[in-house]
DNA sequence: GGCGGCAGTGATACACTGTAACAAACCCGC
DNA sequence: GCGGGTTTGTTACAGTGTATCACTGCCGCC
């Protein structure tokens, strides 16, 4: 149902991520570029949630640079396939944890101490949330659910300390 | 548990607003000054959610312009004391339609049509929600639920036209 | 009355986020 | 090789939000 038991635990899904990245564009005929490549790998192996303009500086080097227009661009092709989220309250991308349908609802857990998003979602969730929104008359096409707090292992910590 | 009967319906509850936010200020005694006042009236009197660049501009006449700093300061103290609550996903913001406490699970249903923005709470999203986060061992502190679809007036609308 | 502190405001400048527009490179089938 | 689509580079710009400093107005106090 989700990841991530300390926030460190997900680096080694890096080679995963990727992996399953290159099946899903040549499953559906897509180019997985050296560029896209390059922008799944950076938001992949960040422990937490990455500005557009953190990557580009990331994968910019001396006599090699990776403007930001080039980074959206990649970041919206992997949104669109469903390989990156955007986390609205922070204008930052995080790699997708696992693979669920497109627009299914899914919950950002982002600590405000580590930084890290967690995903999580959940058939009591999504149920409620329909109810209400059918009560309310409102037929849904995209939700936005971020939670914003501690996870446990920064909890634990907070305690110990 | 929610209003809006069309996108009309609410703009007689200006007043209301305002005389509410009035009395909060009184309550714990801080100053409802005339510019707070004049982004609040703006926000609230808007039928949909409004930019605090849109704020300034409205609030703004030859002779006396309003920067947009001094909005975003009058909309940072109207949402410290719950009257307005901001709408990532389209940084705008909006008149908060009902007191509830501040933190509490309100979901805000964003019509991609009229632009209208209806807030909804109910038992059993926040009961889902809550699941949800015990069970990933998170502990919530703030909560962005946005919903982006099209409201009952708006389909109706459409079926008809 | 004068003085000092404080909240609120004005004004400028700036940082960050995202998009538009156009040109160049690339790939692929023909 | 050629035409057509996609991808990328580059520049410029629009939109959103914050930092900083100066100024005002108010209130309490000496």
Redesign the pocket.
């Given at each position: 149902m989700h990841r991530h038991e300390g926030h460190d635990a997900c680096h080694g899904d890096v080679a995963d991520m990727l992996a399953r990245a290159e099946a899903v564009c040549r499953e559906r005929g897509?180019?997985f570029?050296?560029?896209?490549r390059e922008v799944m790998e950076a938001v992949a192996e960040a422990g937490k949630a990455q500005?557009?303009?953190?990557i580009a500086e990331k994968l910019s080097a001396p006599g090699?640079?990776?403007?930001?227009?080039?980074v959206?661009?990649?970041l919206?092709?992997l949104m669109q396939q469903g390989l990156v989220h955007?986390i609205?309250s922070?204008?930052?991308?995080i790699p997708c944890a696992h693979g669920h349908a497109p627009g299914e609802g899914v919950v950002f857990l982002i600590c405000r101490t580590c930084g890290g998003v967690d995903e999580a979602s959940s058939e009591m969730l999504e149920d409620g949330l329909d109810r209400t929104l059918k009560r309310a008359g409102f037929t849904p096409a995209h939700s936005i659910l971020e939670v914003e707090g501690d996870c446990g292992a920064c909890r634990e910590r907070q305690q110990a300390g």
């Open positions: 897509l180019q570029t050296p560029l896209r500005g557009a303009y953190d090699k640079r990776v403007a930001p227009v080039s959206y661009r990649a919206d092709f955007r609205a922070r204008n930052a991308f």
